[in-house]
């Protein structure tokens, strides 16, 4: 019980912190209790050890802390990874050669193919290209996404690399380069993950996501036969069990000798303890599971609604402006918008409206020339009255990744049909 209860804890609150640091500061999570937390933990706490640190060290405690967590955040290195490896490795080793002999043939296929394939899909991820923009492929990257004049507009150069930002790219401070369809800089496989190894990164959530499930449940399965062996009547799920020892009870009908909650996990927890190494790595399998999967959620979400991380963060930011009314649209010349389309000849959709955020709500002059567009400005109040360009629906959105520079058809369509395609989804951030 002690035992259970104690890895049962400390895995609950390692697989919490890191998804309150990890996803804590996204939009969707505004004004929520993870909000809140991740406030509490990067923001109020570490203020708070700082003042104590500047009153009894002279501030020399955190920042050599400082100087130790901006390596780990925006330096290039494999810590994590490392960590990553370490944990899988570690706990196969710990479980399946205790585990074995009580595998079936097919299960003992299904560990070894499970097992393997997060350290395939995770070097895959970790060594493809992501999307490096270069003065050689610039014209590429340019081809693949036509300018939405909303979170990208034609123009605009990156001051680092010093070349033309491609829609839907991003520099990637930590690796110090320009990436096509930057989704964000991942720590886990110490790489961008961008146009080039996206469903890569997807692939490593689902096998990881299913690896831990999968091995969970059935290390869960041995211990609980190897419990059903020592007392026949106990039942993992539903929670059923019969006290069957003679004693005090022999007398009573057996329906009524059902165990406390306490007993069935008594019971449960001998299991553990006898196979600890099997044991705590289900467990750990089990707990962290829903932490992946829903990684694994949020990253189809984003396929769903055809945006990348950082495009969601850009849409949170209009969200708020928009509703201040600090935002407004107009019609984007034809002429103009087709000159964007005709550099992405593969993407079936145009931009059909400029959007533009104003510094004091006030929309900016109709004539003004340096704006693209014609007409009067629309004050736009939500999401919802925007086109999200790169949403091609699900499967569309899913082809994207998966197929390197997908053709899609419906450029055959007369462009009248083309354009202002309304949007299905709206981001929700
Ligand atoms: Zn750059
Ligand atoms: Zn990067």
């Known amino acids: 019980m002690g035992v259970l209860a104690k890895i049962a804890a400390i895995v609950l609150a390692i697989s919490l912190m890191t998804f309150i640091i990890f996803f804590g500061r996204l939009p969707v999570f505004r004004r929520t209790p993870i909000a809140w937390l991740y ?5 109020n706490l570490p203020s708070g050890v700082l003042a104590l640190d500047r009153a009894l060290t ?7 802390l400082m100087r130790f967590g901006s390596f780990m955040m925006n330096d290039k290195h494999p810590t994590v990874v490392i960590f990553f490896l370490v944990l899988l490795a570690g706990s196969e080793w710990m479980a399946i050669p205790s585990a074995w002999e009580f595998l079936s043939n097919f299960q003992r ?11 395939i899909f995770l070097y895959l991820a970790a060594y493809t290209d992501p999307g490096t923009v270069s003065l050689t492929n610039l014209k590429h990257h340019l081809s693949l996404y036509p300018y939405d004049y909303a979170l990208f507009h034609p123009g605009h150069r990156c001051y680092t690399c010093n070349l033309l930002k491609p829609p839907r790219s991003k520099h990637c401070p930590v690796c110090k380069r320009c990436v096509g369809r930057l989704d964000h800089h991942c720590i886990f496989i110490n790489n961008c993950v961008g146009v080039g190894n996206h469903h890569w990164f997807l692939l490593l959530l689902l096998s990881t996501a299913f690896l831990a499930s999968y ?3 059935t290390g869960l399965c041995i211990l609980r036969d190897r419990v059903l062996e020592r007392w026949p009547t106990w039942s993992l799920f539903p929670w059923r069990a019969y006290e069957v020892s003679g004693g005090a009870l022999a007398d009573t009908p057996l329906a009524t000798r059902k165990m406390t909650f306490n007993t069935w996990l008594v019971l449960l927890s001998w299991g553990m303890k006898n196979f600890i190494h ?13 932490l992946v999967w829903g990684l694994l959620a949020y990253n189809l979400w984003n396929v769903w609604t055809g945006q990348t991380t950082n495009e969601s963060l850009k849409w949170g930011d209009y969200k708020y402006d928009m509703e201040e009314g600090m935002v407004y649209k107009r019609r984007i010349a034809a002429a103009e918008s087709s000159q964007v389309a005709a550099t992405s000849s593969r993407w079936p959709l145009e931009p059909d409206h400029v959007i533009v955020r104003t510094e004091d709500g006030n929309p900016p002059p109709p004539n003004d020339k340096a704006l693209p567009g ?3 400005w629309e004050r736009v109040w ?8 790169y949403d091609l629906g699900f499967w569309s959105n899913l082809k994207d990744i998966f197929i390197p520079n997908y053709q899609f058809n419906t450029k055959d369509l007369p462009a009248s049909e083309r354009r202002g395609r309304p949007r299905k989804r709206v981001p929700r951030t």
Do not use: M
């Not at 002279?58 to 050599?64: P, Q």
């Not at 296929?109 to 350290?119: A, E, H, I, K, R």
């Open 39 to 43: 406030t509490f933990f990067v923001v």
């Open 58 to 64: 002279g501030g020399r405690f955190t920042s050599s």
């Open 109 to 119: 296929v299904c560990v070894v193919v499970f097992g393997s394939l997060p350290y």
């Open 215 to 217: 091995g969970g449940w």
């Open 278 to 290: 099997l044991g705590s790595v289900s467990l750990l399998g089990l707990l962290i599971s829903p």
């Open 374 to 376: 014609v007409g009067e």
């Open 382 to 389: 939500t999401l919802r009255d925007v086109e999200n360009l």
